[in-house]
């Protein structure tokens, strides 16, 4: 199978269930005639740019980025939606944001702020309300405070 089919039923799978681990997502490759090793499932997973989403009960499992999902205008309002909804504060400390939010709300915000894909953000880490932003360099990081606190 060519790498564009597999890519395309990943994203049908995970549309269609909730799947939790790459291993969960192996099995169900397998199930429907797919036959993958877990280190092509992983570059799979990267290459769509798949996302942990938290639903309602706390479980975590494999969804689209804003990206993927076809609307970006959507992704933008869904980010000021959250930053609007749920931060308190935005400050800066050399190369990283510190985001204070709502009790229980950091994980939403983040997951909000990595699936929109900024190039200049390295990475982020949530707890219950707070979250680190990682940014490439000084510069980019007061440009993206000020895109934060514009939100």
Known sequence: MKRQ????????????????????LLEELN?????????????????????KIRDALQNEYYGLSFNYQGDQHSGLQRIKSKFKDSVISVEMANNIIVIKTEPGEAQGVAWAIDSSNFEEILGTVAGDDTIICIIKNK????RMLELFKSY
């Open 31 to 51: 199930k429907r005639g797919v036959k993958v090793t877990q280190a092509t499932i992983s570059r799979d997973i990267s290459s769509l740019k798949l996302v």
């Open 139 to 142: 510069t980019e990081t007061r």
């Open 5 to 24: 089919e597999r890519l395309r039923r990943i994203r049908e799978i995970i549309k269609e269930k909730k799947i939790s681990s790459q291993e969960d």
